[in-house]
């Protein structure tokens, strides 16, 4: 079965740190563009990052100051790290595969969603 699994969401303070993780099963991330998104209540499911097959990366919202993407293609994984922590990142975090592999995919193009991780910064 062709599936993406995200874990590493919880409940974290402000200024907090959390690692999230998104590992696939069924088939190898070598070739695959995957990105993250998020969902946070009330608002419209919203393109975080991605990371490309050959590692190049891309941040929505001058993003890249508090996450970072990475890949482990020998564990079949992607990263999410998110430094500093605000109530404002509280959301559902859920990670897709870009067939193309350079993330340029519209996010209605993204395949093999999971069913995300809960991510909840408050004090």
């Known amino acids: 079965q062709v599936q993406l699994v995200e874990s590493g969401g919880g409940l974290v303070q402000p200024g907090g740190s959390l690692r999230l993780s998104c590992t696939a099963s069924g088939f190898s991330l070598d070739y695959y563009g995957i990105g993250w998104f998020r969902k946070a209540p009330g608002l419209e499911r919203e393109g975080v990052a991605c990371?490309?097959?050959?590692?190049?990366?891309y941040f929505t919202n001058s993003r890249e100051d508090r996450f970072t993407i990475s890949r482990d293609n020998a564990k079949n994984t992607v990263y999410l790290q998110i430094n500093s922590l605000k109530a404002e990142d509280t959301a559902v975090y859920y990670c897709a595969s870009d067939v193309g592999g350079d993330c340029q995919s519209a996010q209605d193009d993204f395949h093999s969603w999971g069913q995300g991780t809960q991510v909840t910064v408050s004090s």
């Open positions: 990371i490309t097959s050959d590692g190049k990366t």
